[in-house]
């Protein structure tokens, strides 16, 4: 099975069914999301069938650095959890954003969902927290 990561694209959309939990059943609304070229989505798959999926945008700053990668979801093929794919996925997404010029990636997830914790922390991200989120972050 070959492992590749590269931008979602159009022909992609009708493999999100079965691993976006809020699929939008209107394909052109993920259209219009990827035609924004602040939003971002990262694909994983495998033999060319998507498996997993981080999306989220490109937060311009006021202070003139870099721009930050707000990660607003990451999900996984129920098939393909437990197994390795979600990590892979995300320190590939943490490698991609530092090396195309953001000054840090963040996600906020529940702090009482070890699995997402789990993935966050093996990708390299630190994490602050309040008393129901964590906001995980990694400067670049």
Same mark, same amino acid.
């Given at each position: 099975?070959?492992?590749t990561?590269?931008m979602l694209?159009?022909k992609?959309i009708p493999q999100?069914?079965?691993?976006?939990e809020?699929?939008?059943?209107?394909?052109?609304?993920?259209?219009a999301?990827?035609a924004?070229?602040?939003?971002?989505?990262i694909?994983?798959?495998?033999d060319?069938k998507?498996?997993?999926?981080i999306?989220?945008?490109s937060? %311009?700053r006021?202070?003139?650095?870099a721009p930050?990668?707000?990660i607003y979801?990451?999900?996984?093929?129920p098939a393909?959890?437990?197994? !390795?794919? !979600?990590?892979?996925?995300?320190?590939?997404?943490?490698n991609?954003?530092?090396?195309?010029?953001?000054?840090?990636s963040f996600?906020i %997830?529940?702090k009482d969902n070890p699995?997402?914790?789990?993935v966050y922390e093996?990708? !390299?991200?630190?994490?602050s927290?309040?008393d129901?989120e964590?906001m995980?972050?990694?400067?670049?």
């Amino acid at each position: 099975m070959s492992l590749t990561f590269e931008m979602l694209q159009e022909k992609d959309i009708p493999q999100l069914k079965d691993i976006l939990e809020n699929y939008l059943e209107n394909p052109e609304q993920i259209k219009a999301f990827l035609a924004e070229k602040q939003n971002i989505a990262i694909a994983a798959k495998c033999d060319d069938k998507v498996i997993g999926l981080i999306y989220g945008y490109s937060l %311009t700053r006021m202070d003139g650095k870099a721009p930050q990668f707000f990660i607003y979801s990451v999900d996984i093929h129920p098939a393909y959890q437990e197994k !390795g794919y !979600g990590s892979l996925l995300m320190e590939y997404v943490v490698n991609w954003a530092r090396t195309n010029g953001f000054s840090e990636s963040f996600v906020i %997830t529940d702090k009482d969902n070890p699995r997402a914790c789990r993935v966050y922390e093996k990708a !390299g991200m630190t994490h602050s927290e309040n008393d129901c989120e964590r906001m995980y972050v990694i400067e670049y």
